[in-house]
């Protein structure tokens, strides 16, 4: 089994994720910045992520992903298998030099059962123990809420009609 791109990026954006994820949900297009990985692409691969419960979406204003279940429960493996098509173990390359499926169905196991070693929880320790800095999150702006002014009352007619009748009377 060989790590894809997709699964390459989706780890190192649940990483992105999970440092961040204390200050609330984390907008895709944050990850998308610091990551330098396409918004598309990212939408592609949380919605899969999603689907099989290692994220959850929050949709509106201050909105955006959050974990599905603890860093500590949710492995490699995990997110690898949530984003990445099924491998049957054989490529045209290795067809062609005649490796039998058995073997890559083994050494794919043997990959599958190593990345479930790994937790989120430990690579997002790494990166603190590497000296990775979280940048504090921008305080919201509030919109201030417009003055409050009182009703004018006008004795002046507020229409043809009534303006007439002024002078009927």
Do not use: C
């Amino acid at each position: 089994m060989r790590m894809s791109t997709k699964g390459r990026f989706a780890v190192n954006a649940l990483i992105d994720l999970a440092l961040r994820e204390p200050a609330g949900p984390v907008a895709l297009a944050s990850i998308s910045q610091r990551q330098q990985i396409s918004l598309s692409y990212l939408e592609q691969l949380f919605s899969r992520l999603r689907r099989d419960g290692v994220v959850e979406s929050t949709r509106g204003p201050g909105g955006g992903y959050t974990l599905g279940r603890g860093a500590d429960k949710i492995t490699v493996a995990d997110i690898v298998s949530a984003v990445d098509e099924p491998i049957d173990g054989l490529g045209d390359d290795e067809r062609s030099l005649g490796m039998s499926q058995a073997l890559w169905q083994r050494l794919n196991t043997v990959m599958l059962a190593h990345m479930a070693t790994i937790t989120l929880h430990s690579l997002v320790q790494e990166q603190l123990d590497q000296g990775v800095r979280i940048e504090a999150r921008a305080p919201r702006r509030i919109a201030p809420l417009p003055p409050v002014s009182k009703a004018v009352r006008t004795l002046a007619p507020n229409s043809v009609f009534a303006f007439g009748r002024s002078f009927a009377s």
